[in-house]
């Protein structure tokens, strides 16, 4: 198992910034890839992205060229830096960790808010 600690979310007006933390611990297995997932009321949970140890990144279309997903040299804390945030990014922003082994572990969410 291991622990995932988001941070960063919270209300903002369109056009505004944020930035996501998720910090991992307490894994006894590698952590080979991190990422965000959003869900939105009446939706499904939707990917983000993601980046491997190794810095490959995946963006969905709908974000690319306003986030940015990066990591720490460690690899256990990702964030998402978020700019040109819309009314529709409104949603629950999950981290998610995939470890060898055990699969993907998920954090309990932060709510992201874009509204004026």
């Known amino acids: 198992q291991v622990q995932l600690v988001e941070s960063g979310g919270g209300l903002v007006q369109p056009g505004g910034s944020l930035r996501l933390s998720c910090a991992a611990s307490?894994?006894?297995?590698?952590?080979?890839?991190m990422g965000w997932y959003r869900q939105a009321p009446g939706n499904g949970r939707e990917l983000v992205a993601t980046?491997?140890?190794?810095?490959?990144?995946n963006y969905a279309n709908s974000v690319k060229g306003r986030f940015t997903i990066s990591r720490d040299n460690a690899g256990n804390t990702v964030y998402l830096h978020m700019n040109s945030l819309k009314p529709e990014d409104t949603a629950v922003y999950y981290c998610?960790?995939?470890?060898?082994?055990?699969?993907?572990?998920w954090g309990q969410g932060t709510q992201v808010t874009v509204s004026s």
């Open positions: 980046i491997t140890t190794r810095g490959v990144t």
């Open positions: 307490g894994s006894s297995f590698p952590i080979f890839a």
């Open positions: 998610r960790a995939d470890l060898l082994r055990i699969g993907a572990q």
